[in-house]
């Protein structure tokens, strides 16, 4: 696999990262829709065939996820269609950063929860297949992951929540928790080995061997060896809205959205579409050390991510912090990374006297940091503080009068800084941002670093209720 220098932070559209010159197939060919009673017809011929199946396995590619917000490559709108006219390409970072997982990709981890589907195979990287709840073991991701890097020594997986960026299995400049070697993304390139493949292979042999199914989704079946796989079943279904080269192949094809098709199936075989909740683990994190020539000062910083390596956070907008029983100045940071850094003078006194005395030394965030009274690294005399909280006995616990959706968490023991972050988080193409969510932290002077971990609520769709 080629290797060259890291990815930057700040990733470009997935279509531009490839590499040029190679064969994209046919783009932009004619596309239609059944009517929708044909459709319905086909639909239950289709649930009859996973019904009876031994093995079933779908095949998934870039249709299904257009329904999400996420352009395809090949159809009327799709990237390479547009770039082959000389169009301005869209902004795959918004589209897809935070996209909710389609009707049809529920649809599916229903079937995988029922038995009806074996496994998914899928040449999509848009990671809404993990994202939706199908079991990574479960799941064949042919051309990679936007949303994941892999440890170059132990191949432990790591899922994100922003673009990893880079494309080709570079060093991304983080490390792997178990064993210390170097991260990579998780993208493939058009001359790097398919990903999963041999378990693609297997799976699609044993749909021969067994008289299985192949359930097509949203693919145009036009790249080797992928196009090949489905067609080693013993059934192939496909589901399309443009003409594919395996069409005389299928037992069913069916020219319609795939989110209309997998409604129909789902109530055809009675089985219901699994709620979408989308909750993620935040993890609140600090650094603390001793500095300064007489050994008076803390350096600290408080930041929040969905991880403590640094990794990018896809999902908060904003974050605003205040620290109550102090004069320290609020700050707003609004990314891409959200981190507040400060230096505090204190004269130690007796645990229990509440008497802190500092200096605030104002640092930017990774980001613009609107509201920041001062400037960076200007030093601004505080008055003394007295505070009855200066000395703390416990640990973390659950506050109160912070809100209605507030969570307090934090390190017990030494002198600490109570900080308040309130976090905006950003929209999902199609629906609603999720409300603010209030942290409480306790910023532990006498701790060197500690985390702690938030779970936040950032979308839900139910999708039996709507047509």
Same mark, same amino acid.
């Given at each position: 696999?080629?290797?060259?220098?890291?990815?930057?932070?700040?990733?470009?559209?997935?279509?531009?990262?490839?590499?040029?010159?190679?064969?994209?197939?046919?783009?932009?060919?004619?596309?239609?829709?059944?009517?929708?009673?044909?459709?319905?017809?086909?639909?239950?011929?289709?649930?009859?065939?996973?019904?009876?199946?031994?093995?079933?396995?779908?095949?998934?590619?870039?249709? !299904?996820?257009?329904?999400?917000?996420?352009?395809?490559?090949?159809?009327?709108?799709?990237?390479?269609? !547009?770039?082959?006219?000389?169009?301005? !390409?869209?902004?795959?970072?918004?589209?897809?950063?935070?996209?909710?997982? /389609?009707?049809?990709?529920?649809?599916?981890?229903?079937?995988?929860?029922?038995?009806?589907?074996?496994?998914?195979? &899928?040449?999509?990287?848009?990671?809404?297949?993990?994202?939706?709840?199908?079991?990574?073991?479960?799941?064949?991701?042919?051309?990679?992951?936007?949303?994941?890097?892999?440890?170059?020594?132990?191949?432990?997986?790591?899922?994100? /929540?922003?673009?990893?960026?880079?494309?080709?299995?570079?060093?991304?400049?983080?490390?792997?928790?178990?064993?210390?070697?170097?991260?990579?993304?998780?993208?493939?390139?058009?001359?790097?080995?398919?990903?999963?493949?041999?378990?693609?292979?297997?799976?699609?042999?044993?749909?021969?061997?067994?008289?299985?199914?192949?359930?097509?989704?949203? /693919?145009?079946?036009?790249?080797?060896? &992928?196009?090949?796989?489905?067609?080693?079943?013993?059934?192939?279904?496909?589901?399309?809205?443009?003409?594919?080269?395996?069409?005389?192949?299928?037992?069913?094809?069916?020219?319609?959205?795939?989110?209309?098709?997998?409604?129909?199936?789902?109530?055809?075989?009675?089985?219901?579409?699994?709620?979408?909740?989308?909750?993620?683990?935040?993890?609140?994190?600090?650094?603390?050390?001793?500095?300064?020539?007489?050994?008076?000062?803390?350096?600290?910083?408080?930041?929040?991510?969905?991880?403590?390596?640094?990794?990018?956070?896809?999902?908060?907008?904003?974050?605003?912090?205040?620290?109550?029983?102090?004069?320290? &100045?609020?700050?707003?940071?609004?990314?891409?990374?959200?981190?507040? %850094?400060?230096?505090?003078?204190?004269?130690?006194?007796?645990?229990?006297?509440?008497?802190?005395?500092?200096?605030?030394?104002?640092?930017?965030?990774?980001?613009?940091?609107?509201?920041?009274?001062?400037?960076?690294?200007?030093?601004?005399?505080?008055?003394? !503080?007295?505070?009855?909280? &200066?000395?703390?006995?416990?640990?973390?616990?659950?506050?109160?009068?912070?809100?209605?959706?507030?969570?307090?968490?934090?390190?017990?023991?030494?002198?600490?800084?109570?900080?308040?972050?309130?976090?905006?988080?950003?929209?999902?193409?199609?629906?609603? %941002?999720?409300?603010?969510?209030?942290?409480?932290?306790?910023?532990?002077?006498?701790?060197?670093?500690?985390?702690?971990?938030?779970?936040?609520?950032?979308?839900?769709?139910?999708?039996?209720?709507?047509?």
């Amino acid at each position: 696999m080629k290797r060259s220098r890291a990815a930057k932070g700040n990733p470009v559209g997935y279509a531009k990262r490839l590499e040029k010159g190679h064969y994209k197939g046919r783009c932009g060919a004619a596309e239609s829709e059944m009517p929708h009673a044909k459709v319905q017809a086909e639909a239950k011929r289709l649930a009859s065939l996973l019904r009876a199946a031994p093995i079933a396995v779908a095949h998934t590619g870039a249709g !299904l996820s257009t329904a999400a917000g996420i352009p395809d490559f090949r159809g009327k709108d799709g990237v390479w269609t !547009l770039e082959n006219q000389g169009q301005p !390409l869209p902004d795959y970072e918004k589209c897809w950063d935070n996209a909710m997982p /389609t009707l049809g990709h529920m649809a599916l981890v229903g079937l995988v929860n029922e038995g009806f589907v074996h496994a998914v195979i &899928s040449q999509n990287v848009d990671g809404l297949h993990l994202r939706s709840g199908i079991p990574r073991e479960k799941l064949c991701e042919l051309h990679g992951n936007l949303f994941m890097e892999i440890c170059s020594g132990c191949g432990k997986e790591f899922r994100r /929540t922003a673009d990893v960026g880079g494309v080709g299995f570079k060093p991304t400049g983080r490390r792997c928790r178990e064993c210390g070697e170097g991260l990579v993304d998780a993208l493939l390139d058009w001359e790097d080995e398919l990903r999963d493949y041999e378990q693609a292979v297997d799976l699609s042999e044993r749909c021969r061997e067994t008289g299985g199914v192949s359930l097509c989704l949203g /693919t145009s079946l036009q790249i080797s060896p &992928s196009k090949d796989l489905p067609a080693k079943a013993d059934k192939m279904v496909i589901v399309n809205l443009q003409k594919t080269c395996k069409d005389a192949r299928a037992a069913i094809v069916i020219r319609a959205k795939i989110d209309a098709v997998m409604r129909c199936v789902m109530q055809e075989l009675g089985v219901p579409i699994p709620v979408y909740r989308r909750t993620e683990t935040l993890v609140v994190s600090h650094t603390s050390s001793i500095t300064g020539a007489n050994g008076d000062r803390w350096k600290w910083a408080i930041a929040v991510g969905d991880s403590a390596d640094g990794a990018r956070c896809g999902y908060i907008d904003r974050m605003a912090v205040k620290f109550p029983e102090t004069e320290l &100045s609020d700050a707003v940071v609004t990314g891409p990374t959200f981190r507040v %850094a400060k230096t505090t003078k204190c004269r130690r006194l007796p645990l229990g006297t509440g008497v802190v005395r500092w200096k605030e030394k104002i640092e930017a965030g990774g980001g613009s940091s609107d509201g920041i009274i001062g400037r960076a690294g200007e030093e601004v005399e505080k008055r003394p !503080l007295e505070s009855e909280g &200066s000395h703390v006995e416990g640990g973390a616990g659950v506050g109160e009068g912070v809100g209605s959706n507030s969570v307090v968490v934090g390190s017990g023991g030494g002198e600490y800084i109570r900080a308040v972050l309130t976090l905006s988080f950003v929209a999902a193409p199609g629906h609603a %941002a999720p409300g603010p969510q209030t942290v409480e932290y306790r910023v532990d002077l006498s701790a060197s670093e500690s985390s702690q971990k938030v779970s936040v609520l950032l979308g839900e769709v139910d999708y039996n209720g709507s047509a």
